[in-house]
């Protein structure tokens, strides 16, 4: 399990002092930083989004929207961002930092939990429109986000223009998906990073020499999720962007 403090940032003793210097030594960028990074990426994505909305007269919410934003502060407690307020403090703004056992740490546990209540909201929405449209999930449809960082449909899928204007038209259940799929992401780049701790603390040259892709740049993971009939389940594969 992974945690890091509630001010957002990962812990600089998540990495011990002897890989530091190592990956100091063989790298530009620790992977302590490179994981920090993309934590804060995302975070201030977030508050720019927010910003965005909240200074803008032009986004009106679907009824989609103001259902998903109910269900996200029953589940979680977070009020929605209503226009003019100030932005909120992140941890009390964003779902999936949610401090469930209010330990002053958010663990990969947490959020793993977090994320599977998320999806439960997700799932019920996209089921309902599945059954009003007669949206088939056979065969089955798989969800992914795009580089433009939209909902996409595989292609080939006789829905799928249906599908990704329904999700991408509702901003709040597309921003839900997003959330859930880059906590599957962070999570599983949290996890590999602490079996790489691990085997340093047994054999150090021999962890760099395996685990040499986290300091790539380049490497990552992806979230898709796939709908066959009952059956919704997220997978995550590590990939490496160009």
């Keep these: 399990m992974y945690s890091f403090g509630v001010n957002g940032r990962l812990s600089s003793s998540s990495i011990a002092p002897a890989s530091r210097q190592v990956l100091l030594d063989d790298a530009p960028r620790s992977f302590g930083s ?31 929207d ?27 703004s964003i779902w999936t930092l949610r401090d469930n056992d209010k330990n002053g740490a958010i663990s990969t546990d947490e959020m793993e939990a977090n994320a599977a209540v998320a999806s439960d909201i997700f799932k019920k929405h996209l089921t309902k429109f599945m059954f009003n449209e007669n949206v088939s999930s056979q065969p089955p449809i798989e969800l992914s986000i795009a580089g433009n960082g939209m909902v996409r449909v595989q292609e080939g899928h006789p829905d799928k223009e249906k599908i990704e204007n329904f999700i991408n038209g509702n901003s709040e259940l597309r921003n839900l998906y997003a959330g859930i799929s880059s906590t599957h992401d962070f999570v599983a780049l949290a996890e590999e990073s602490m079996r790489f701790q691990q085997r340093y603390a047994v054999d150090p040259k021999a962890a760099v020499a395996e685990f040499s892709h986290l300091f790539s740049g380049h490497y990552g993971y992806t979230t898709r ?12 594969t590590s990939t490496f962007s160009v």
């Excluded at 490179?34 to 919410?61: G, I, N, Y």
């Excluded at 009020?79 to 941890?91: A, D, I, M, S």
């Design 66 to 92: 103001k259902a998903v934003q109910r269900d996200i502060q029953e589940a979680f407690g977070i009020e929605p961002h209503k226009p003019g307020e100030p932005l909120r403090p992140l941890l009390g």
């Design 225 to 236: 999720l796939t709908i066959d009939g009952e059956n919704w389940n997220y997978q995550t």
């Design 34 to 64: 490179e994981l920090t990074a993309a934590l804060q990426s995302e975070v201030a994505e977030t508050d720019a989004e927010a910003a965005q909305e909240s200074e803008s007269p032009l986004r009106k919410l679907t009824v989609v």
